[in-house]
Nanobody
């Protein structure tokens, strides 16, 4: 079994910065694409940024130029550096991995569509 755990959320003033982290635990063999999503109150969950195992990135228009996604494959961790934060960035941020290969004993398993529990980000003065 694998688990994604986010950290780094909190309260920040407009124009401030936060760095989110998401680590996968378990006997991980390989993680494919990793991504950050967010869900604001009363709204649908939306994609913020995605990064391939090789480091190719893609951003939502709202994140371009302000957010940077990165990953450390050795640590099975993905990061989201958020700068110039705006009140409209307020949301719960979720980590996602589309495909995780892991070992349980000697047996290799694949888990699809893994989500973390979310970390709240509030941008307010």
């Amino acid at each position: 079994q694998v688990e994604l755990v986010e950290s780094g959320g909190g309260l920040v003033q407009p124009g401030g910065s936060l760095r989110l982290s998401c680590s996968a635990s378990g006997n991980i063999f390989r993680i494919n694409n990793m991504a950050w999503y967010r869900q604001a109150p009363g709204k649908q969950r939306e994609s913020v940024a995605v990064i391939s195992r090789g480091g190719t990135t893609n951003y939502a228009d709202s994140a371009k130029g302000r957010f940077t996604i990165s990953r450390d494959n050795w640590k099975n961790t993905v990061y989201l550096q958020m700068n110039s934060l705006k009140p409209e960035d307020t949301a719960v941020y979720y980590c996602n991995a589309d495909e995780i290969e892991y070992y349980s004993g000697l047996i290799k398993h694949t888990e699809f569509g893994s989500w973390g529990q979310g970390t709240p980000v509030t941008v307010s003065s």
